[in-house]
Nanobody, 119 residues
């Protein structure tokens, strides 16, 4: 079981990017999926999470610019608009309570995808 992110890249300030995360493996269910980010020299921080039941949580710095969606049980997308150089970071996908036939994972992380916003 693993998470794979895609969609990162270089964009100018004010631009948009869409990040996608796909969980692969013999997965029966995933409770929560979300996005975190880590900028150079900073701690990893929550960006947005889609909790069970469709409850969405966003960091204050998102300020209505980002939208998280859970397209399927195994995928989560982050639409990012009005990007700012301060959004430059490695973005990580996280899945909580990932159930397979034999194992329940408390959490899984993807490898991360780099988002660079130029001024």
């Amino acid at each position: 079981v693993e998470l794979a992110e895609s969609g990162g890249g270089l964009v100018q300030a004010g631009g948009s990017l869409t990040l996608s995360c796909q969980a692969s493996g013999n997965i029966l269910g995933i409770k929560d999926m979300g996005w975190y980010r880590q900028a150079p020299g900073k701690e990893r921080e929550l960006v947005a999470v889609m909790r069970q039941g469709g409850i969405m949580e966003y960091a204050d710095f998102v300020k209505g610019r980002f939208t998280i969606s859970r397209d399927t049980v195994q995928t989560v997308t982050l639409q990012m608009n009005a990007l700012d150089p301060g959004d430059t970071a490695v973005y990580y996908c996280r899945a909580e309570k990932v159930a397979t036939m034999s194992v329940l994972y408390d959490e899984l992380w993807g490898q991360g995808t780099l988002v660079t916003v130029s001024s």
